[in-house]
């Protein structure tokens, strides 16, 4: 993690961290996955994790769930290295995968009997509330449920545990808009509830709008961005000058000079774009040479100038 | 805890399968064991044991493995588990003493079930038993470790399986290597595994434990290593890709299997040296160790190289394969041992045989000569009976047949067989009882008066179709064809052949045996065989030591004992049972009775032991002895 955006928003402390990630790799022989990934997930805290597909957003997760291992930097879960007692970790944490590989052959009440034995915090009538809640049948075979009702299965299960920390890994992967907006908010208004902190991966910049409080971006097995959502839009604008207009080395005004970084330069429909990072926010009505403007950037083109830059 | 609600999760999710499997592997036993009860041969009880661990625990233990660790990689549902606050290590653990604890206990409990059965006709010591369950348990160990570990190899599994078993196949088949000298091979060796009641096989126990190990440790190692990442991608279903590279690989082993089989196929063993001859079409030799056994060799020689060239030009055969026939002056003179060895190999001591024994000899010859050229097809049982008939029958001439003096001993050697016909239904079809009941020669001398018969009725073209028909036999192209050639019962193919039912053709050639009754010649040889038949049993002595006890009642129209001589013999029989000759010398000669004891022996035998004992007939009238009794008696 070698920018400076990540490096200032990391400063941004806001309580003790659940969890740790300190310049993590992870190689499997020649291909590398992570090349030094660092976050922080504070107590409390909604923090969403976003990155491309195959950023290496499982990888981490499944790293600080203790199933795969650390080449190289360290993990901590509630202040200790996960390379410890990964079991009294993962039963603080409730953890939903992005693919659910239930045992197709139980029922939801035969999962929580199989599975009540690992959680000494198993709370059996919240699990039972929370599938009256999803409208989940405790007595069908997990077998004939549908992808989205595996995922609120194990949202149950993962909330049943009374987690500390709930960790998500794409968890509305597949799922329709619709689904995708209610199962978020019960993820948030249940994980609230439980006072949990709330760690998810996802490469929807929707999810993240929706209910992160803290984001972290990871591009190419590193973390670009870490920190708010809001200062992050709020420190990237996009500037336009038709391509007629434009001539090599022409810039929006003076006002670039002020800016950390260059996060995309080039041509796109017609119009040659500028997109600029500034480390204390993109000046609210800057004054533009002729035939420039300042287009309106979403969150996805945010995300993707970020990531672009990085890749 | 954790491991509880493994173990529990497992019992639910598996216990009703593993239920229904053993069930179905006990009915499997039982026709197994009914089978073996009905058979013409009363084998032990405990041969099923040695059968069932061969064929049907593995199959067991597969389709386990395949439940329990297969299935939990190839669902993905590993991967659930691994999320769980629970080490990688305790779920494997639970698996591995699951399918450990179901395989032995079926094992277990099918010799207990074998031993229960063996009980009624066998003297079962602990000891006996104490053996058997050790040999067994550690054999299923071996088996549910060895699945534990292929297990975890997903979708290459059955590659795996396919290479161990064609290493084993290998090492079983490598000509000069004795592969029941090595555990866990040594524990299976069939004479040791079912007939061993004293000796506990402690190394090869130990060999097979700690083989067993070495898969358990792979296993896991395989299952644990790089966060269990290599078990994972073998999990996964079967690709395209994989499809082609295991044909190129399964094409790969069949070539070199192949070749190797050639290869072992192709060691020769030929007579050599000056003591020799030989005729080079068809390719023949006879060995004769010294000049002074050369003119025999050469009347050996003569005989067999006119019947091998008629039969190859009348049956219309391109070629033979060559036949050796090897002087060994250490075999009593009855004693012919033939083994298909690049083509045939005969070794007997046939120094002073006259033209009959010579015809025996050569008889034997193309016995296997014709076995050799069908494959060994022709040995089935229902079939045999053409096979012995025509070896003899052509060897005695053919045509010419009824006129040599050969032919009204046999006819005789028939006659006195048939006293003891109504021991069987149909001596023809059920011909391992015939030759058990009357000796090889016996059975050659029924079986060449039955060809005699149809010769007689039909002439000697319908031999010759006969005969071509199981040589010429084609096995089909396809498996379907093939099946539909084994469905074809060989009573119906002797209908076509003939335009005889073999039923109506048993009963006749029965009545028409009678009628050389009455032959001058065929009468002074039968008169001189007494109507008698015998009983052998074993007693413990006073000594303490085991006796066999040999008594002889008269049979119907009894006329006196003649003029020979009763033998009796016997020998410990082997784990398959199938003996119609003696090989061991052990012999008892004594004026025939057929009132109290003819025979008191003291036998080497201890109780526990199965002995085949025959009672014999010696007379100059014949030139071998005439079986009055056979059987297998378990010394108690």
């Known amino acids: 993690m070698s920018n400076t955006i990540a490096d200032a928003a990391i400063s941004a402390d806001s309580g003790s961290p659940v969890i740790l990630l300190d310049n993590v790799h992870k190689h499997y022989g020649p291909l590398n996955v992570l090349t030094g990934l660092s976050l922080q997930v504070n107590k409390g805290e909604v923090y969403g994790f976003l990155g491309r597909n195959g950023a290496g957003k499982s990888t981490a997760i499944r790293m600080i769930m203790g199933i795969t291992k650390i080449s190289r930097g360290s993990i901590e879960l509630f202040g200790h290295s996960v390379k410890g007692d990964v079991i009294a970790a993962r039963q603080r944490i409730g953890y939903v995968a992005q693919e659910q590989h239930f045992y197709p052959w139980m029922t939801p009440k035969q999962l929580s009997k199989f599975v009540r034995g690992f959680y000494p915090r198993w709370d059996q009538s919240r699990f039972d509330d929370l599938l009256s809640l999803f409208e989940l049948p405790a007595k069908r075979k997990i077998g004939n449920f549908s992808g989205g009702m595996k995922a609120k299965l194990a949202l149950t299960m993962a909330l049943a545990t009374k987690p500390e920390c709930l960790i998500l890994d794409e968890p509305t992967a597949g799922m329709d808009p619709v689904a995708r907006r209610e199962f978020l908010d019960l993820v948030s208004e249940e994980a609230r509830r439980a006072e949990a902190t709330i760690f998810f991966s996802t490469h929807l910049i929707d999810d993240i709008e929706a209910i992160a409080d803290r984001i972290g971006i990871v591009e190419s097995g590193q973390t670009v961005y870490e920190g708010g959502l809001k200062p992050l839009s709020e420190s990237i604008a996009s500037y336009s000058i038709s391509e007629e207009l434009y001539r090599p080395g022409n810039v929006p005004g003076e006002f670039v000079n002020t800016a950390a970084s260059v996060l995309q330069d080039g041509t796109r429909n017609g119009r040659h774009s500028l997109v600029l990072q500034f480390p204390y926010g993109a000046p609210k009505s800057p004054i533009l040479d002729y035939g420039w403007q300042q287009d309106a950037m979403t969150l996805e083109d945010v995300f993707i100038s970020v990531v672009a830059r990085a890749g | 805890m954790g491991g509880y609600n493994f173990f529990m999760k497992d019992v639910r999710e598996h216990g009703l399968s593993f239920f229904v499997l053993g069930l179905g592997f006990f009915l499997v036993l039982l026709v197994v064991f009914e089978q073996q009860r009905s058979g013409v041969f009363s084998m032990s009880g405990f041969e099923v044991v040695r059968f069932s661990l061969i064929t049907v625990i593995p199959l067991v233990t597969f389709i386990v493995g395949n439940r329990l660790i297969v299935r939990e990689y190839v669902g993905g549902t590993r991967r659930f588990v691994e999320s769980l606050p629970i080490n990688r290590f305790t779920p494997l653990l639970v698996k591995y003493f699951i399918g450990l604890v179901f395989i032995v206990a079926l094992a277990l409990l099918m010799v207990w079930f074998a031993a229960a059965t063996a009980s009624a006709a066998e003297n079962i010591t602990p000891r006996y038993l104490q053996l058997l369950l050790m040999k067994t348990g550690v054999i299923a160990l071996l088996y549910w470790s060895v699945v534990f570990f ?188 033939p083994e298909l060895i690049d083509g045939v190999l005969v070794s007997a001591n046939f120094t002073d045989y006259d033209s009959y024994e010579i015809a025996q000899l050569n008889a034997v010859a193309m016995h296997h000569l014709l076995l050799s050229l069908t494959n060994r097809r022709w040995d089935y049982e229902s079939r045999h009976w053409i096979l012995d008939g025509l070896s003899r029958w052509w060897i005695e001439g053919a045509d010419s047949a009824p006129a040599s003096s050969n032919n009204k001993e046999l006819l005789a050697r028939a006659l006195v067989a048939k006293r003891r016909f109504y021991l069987q239904k149909n001596p023809l079809l059920e011909w391992q009882t015939t030759s058990d009941l009357h000796g090889f020669e016996g059975g050659d001398a029924l079986s060449y008066s039955a060809l005699l018969y149809l010769q007689e009725i039909k002439g000697t073209e319908t031999i010759l179709r006969l005969a071509a028909e199981y040589i010429n036999e084609d096995v089909g192209s396809s498996s379907i064809e093939s099946v539909q050639r084994l469905i074809e019962s060989d009573e119906n193919r002797f209908e076509q052949i003939t335009g005889v039912d073999i039923q109506t053709f048993t009963d006749d050639w029965i009545s028409w045996l009678d009628q050389y009754k009455s032959d001058n010649e065929v009468a002074v040889r039968l008169n001189s065989v007494p109507k008698i038949t015998g009983k052998v049993v074993s007693v413990i002595g006073e000594s303490g030591v085991v006796k066999l006890e040999a008594q002889y009642r008269a049979m119907q129209d009894y006329d006196g004992l003649g003029d020979g001589l009763c033998v009796l013999r016997y020998q410990l029989t082997s784990a398959f049972d199938m003996e119609t000759s003696i090989y061991e010398r052990n012999r008892d000669k004594q004026p025939c009775a057929v009132e109290g004891i003819a025979h008191s022996v003291e036998s080497p035998f201890a109780p526990g032991d199965r002995v085949y004992a025959v009672v014999e007939f010696e007379t100059d009238s014949f030139h071998r002895p005439l079986i009055m009794w056979s059987g297998r008696l378990h010394v108690k």
Do not use: H
């Open chain 2, 150 to 337: 292929v297990s975890f190899t997903g979708r290459i599994r059955l590659v795996i399986y396919v290479v161990m078993g064609l290493t084993l196949m290998y090492f079983v088949n490598m000509p000069n290597f004795d592969e029941t000298r090595f555990a866990p091979l040594a524990i299976m060796e069939r004479t040791l595994f079912v007939f061993e009641r004293d000796i506990l096989p402690v190394q090869d126990l130990i060999e097979t434990a700690v083989l067993a190990l070495l898969f358990v440790i792979a296993g896991f190692s395989l299952a644990l290593f790089n966060e269990g990442s290599i078990a994972e991608q073998l999990g996964k279903p079967i690709s395209k890709r994989d499809m082609a590279a295991f044909a190129l690989l399964g094409m790969g082993c069949l070539t070199v299997y192949t070749t190797l089989q050639k290869k072992w196929e192709t060691e020769t063993y030929a007579l050599s040296g000056e003591y020799v001859l030989r005729s080079e079409v068809p390719v023949l030799a006879v060995s004769y160790i010294d000049d002074a056994y050369k003119a025999r060799a050469q009347q050996v020689l003569d005989s067999l190289r006119v019947a091998v060239e008629t039969f190859k030009t009348d049956i219309g055969l391109d070629r033979l394969p060559q036949v050796q026939i090897a002087l060994n002056t250490e075999l009593e003179s009855g004693e012919i041992e």
